[in-house]
């Protein structure tokens, strides 16, 4: 079954504490890896988006990781701010039927940064 | 910047009432969504579209209906709402390619369903 595991849950961290998030997926075939940021109350707004053989991209203090072959993602934030405080969710595309493409969501991490 | 609007932030129904939730996108994108996010469950795509007057059913299209009669606009119907409607809506826009482009999001809407 083509699934998306984020861990933790929820976090909860310090201002200018670094933290990591991951992601880990049994979707097959793959296309692609995306990690979104999605503050209260509004729409996800990407971070990142990794393809089968890129292993680290970086988005100012977000750098995302990939290993294939163990179909694991991290999302590393340094030194996180308030404005960090939001829900982190990976996804996975995986190829589909006809070429088309499927998209398959995480649950989310959900980070608070207190100061 | 792409902007993804929706007609709502909040919207209250009873049991029964057709619901239109409007999603609006000013960046000429081909593809357009529906998603509602549950507690627990995160995103679930409802319908989508790749071209004016075209839609395909996503993962849970029951109890709802779509109309894309402009490039730009996405329209999702709920024709009799029900309590367990009761969600997060989400609309996106994103380039051809179903999957493989970025998704836009706009900001949501809360429906409650009373």
């Known amino acids: 079954k083509n699934q998306v595991e984020q861990s933790p849950q929820s976090l909860i961290i310090l201002e200018g504490k670094n933290c990591t998030l991951q992601?880990?997926?049994?979707?097959?075939?793959?296309?692609?890896l995306r990690w979104y940021k999605q503050d209260t109350g509004r729409g996800p707004v990407s971070l990142t988006i990794m393809t089968f053989s890129e292993n680290t991209k970086s988005n100012g203090r977000y750098t995302a990781t990939l290993d294939a072959d163990t179909k694991q993602s991290s999302l590393h934030i340094t030194a996180s701010q308030l404005s960090d405080s939001a829900s982190y969710i990976c996804v996975v595309i995986m190829y589909n039927a006809g070429n088309n493409r499927k998209l398959i969501w995480g649950l989310g991490t959900s980070l608070a940064v207190n100061p | 910047d792409v902007k993804v609007t929706q007609s709502s932030r909040y919207l209250v129904k009873r049991t029964g009432e057709k619901v239109f939730l409007e999603c609006v996108q000013d960046?000429?994108?081909?593809?357009m969504f529906w998603y509602r996010q549950d507690p627990g469950l995160g995103l679930r795509l409802i319908y989508f579209s790749y071209d004016v007057k075209m839609k395909e059913k996503g993962d849970i299209p029951e109890g709802y209906s779509v109309s894309r009669e402009k490039k730009e606009r996405f329209s999702l119907i709920l024709e009799s709402a029900s309590t367990n409607q009761t969600s997060m809506y989400l609309c996106?826009?994103?380039?051809?390619?179903?999957?493989?482009?970025?998704?836009?999001f706009g900001p949501g809407t809360r429906l409650t369903v009373t």
């Open positions: 996106a826009s994103s380039r051809p390619g179903q999957g493989a482009r970025e998704q836009y």
């Open positions: 960046m000429d994108h081909e593809n």
């Open positions: 992601c880990n997926y049994t979707v097959s075939p793959f296309s692609n």
